[in-house]
């Protein structure tokens, strides 16, 4: 029976705390911690209406180490699942050390002047994590997070050799809106705005943003969506961890209206995110334009579709050359029905309480600091099948990518 603080009062947090509490026999103890008290208030009302548990809410601003330790030293948490942005991993990494608590989170570092996706900032901290005896979980979100995970799980069940890996995110939600990001428009923008990297033959080659799509067809009537090549930061530990590996790509569907008015914003200098002085006052374009598109947790009741997200390995097994596909589907309406989120958030706040789960029952517990991948994936793999996030193999797969 564990004692968790979850800290950031978004979308995902919204359904991270809505699904902690739906396992009272590991999560005993719940606090909803953000930078805005009447939103965790919102989430804790939800929370009350839906299962009937109580959790605690807290206001705390997570750039700062010495609210996060005074607030950890109140709560006491056991572990800390950190759902704000990428640019608090760092401070909150520091106040778990600090007072010996268990971290996870769904996102890489990212420094707020340069959006710069690496895990180095990170994996810097293994050995201080090691030597407090405290174990940190990097990116247990869908992508980063169930992709590692169907990833090792092809690895160790149906292929002998991972040669090329293509992770496939397709969204076809419709939220009936001009513009809109199914998750923080900063972070998602600045995502992918940025050069596409992909792995071949040894390197990371850098090519221009969405400069490659194609198509591809998704299984179960999922429909056929247009696909970009960009970068994403699971693959910088998946090369890492299967060095087999000869290519290693990361696609993602947008519609044609998500790009137009992409390249609006970008020729208008709207995603800047370097400060420009308006009327006196330094303001970042890109956090600008966050502040007038939609929340992302506002989307959940108008949005119709399904996502398919998963990963192709081809490898060989038994000396034969194979491909095997893994997915998931989940329904944007479900999601919505059961908690009131759309699917994007659904998706990325069930595999957080997974990883949890796996930490505070000892089934995925070593200090340092790891990925993934780097753990047995049946657990987890059984954990999402139960939890709201079933998959399905190809074996051999169906779909390709060219
Ligand atoms: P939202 O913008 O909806 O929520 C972020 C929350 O964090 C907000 O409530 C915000 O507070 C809070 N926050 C921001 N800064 C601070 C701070 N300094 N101190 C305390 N709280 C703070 O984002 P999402 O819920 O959509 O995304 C959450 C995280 O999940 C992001 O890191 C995102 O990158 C990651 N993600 C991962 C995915 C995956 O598959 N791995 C997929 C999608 C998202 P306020 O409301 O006051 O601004």
Redesign the pocket.
């Known amino acids: 029976m564990a004692n968790v603080v979850i ?8 359904v991270v705390a809505h699904k902690c509490a739906q396992v009272p026999e590991v999560f005993e103890q719940i606090t909803l ?4 008290l009447s ?1 965790c208030e919102t989430i804790a009302a939800g929370v009350r209406d839906r299962t009937g548990r109580e959790i605690a809410v807290r206001r ?5 180490v010495a609210e996060l330790t005074a607030l950890f030293r109140e709560i006491k948490p056991d572990l800390v699942i ?7 991993d760092l ?1 909150i990494m520091d106040a778990c050390l600090e007072t010996g608590v268990h971290y996870l ?3 890489n570092y990212e420094p707020p002047d340069t959006a710069r996706f690496e895990y180095s900032w990170q994996w810097a901290y293994r050995d201080k994590f090691e030597q407090a005896g405290l174990m940190a979980l990097l ?8 992709t590692n995970v169907f990833t090792s799980w092809i690895a160790k069940h149906a292929l002998d050799d991972l040669h090329t890996l293509d992770i496939v995110d397709v969204n076809g939600g419709d939220h009936g809106r001009p513009f809109a990001t ?7 923008i600045r ?1 992918v705005t940025a050069p596409c990297r992909h792995w071949e033959d040894g390197a990371f080659r850098e090519t221009p943003a969405m400069s490659r799509n194609t198509r591809f067809y998704c299984p179960e009537s999922v429909g056929e969506y247009s696909i970009y090549r960009m970068y994403h930061e699971e693959l910088e530990s998946l090369v890492t961890y299967y060095p087999s590996l000869r290519r290693a790509q990361f696609w993602m569907s947008f519609s044609e209206n998500y790009l137009k008015h992409l390249e609006v914003l970008q020729n208008v200098g709207m995603t800047r995110i370097d400060p420009v002085t308006y009327q006196g006052v330094e303001i970042i374009p890109l956090q600008f334009l ?1 502040a007038v598109l939609p ?3 506002s989307l959940g009741e108008d949005t119709r579709g399904k996502t398919c997200i998963g990963v192709i390995a081809g490898g060989t097994s038994d000396g034969e050359p194979k491909t095997v596909y893994v997915y998931n589907i989940c329904d944007h309406q479900d999601a919505y029905r059961e908690l009131g989120s759309q699917a ?2 659904y ?3 069930v ?2 309480m997974i990883g949890a789960q796996m930490m505070l029952r000892g089934e995925w517990m070593k200090p340092g600091v790891w990925n993934m991948e780097q753990f047995d994936p049946d657990p987890f793999m059984d954990a999402l099948n139960r939890h709201g996030l079933p998959w399905t193999v190809q074996d051999p797969a169906t779909v390709s990518v060219p």
């Open positions: 800290i950031g009062a978004g979308g995902v947090g919204h911690a953000s930078r805005t939103k705390v601003d997570a750039d700062r950190n759902v704000a942005l990428p640019y608090q401070t989170d769904t996102a990116g247990s979100g869908f992508d980063p997070g169930v199914n998750f923080n428009p900063e972070i998602n995502e966050k929340e992302p947790s994007i958030s998706t990325t706040g595999p957080a």
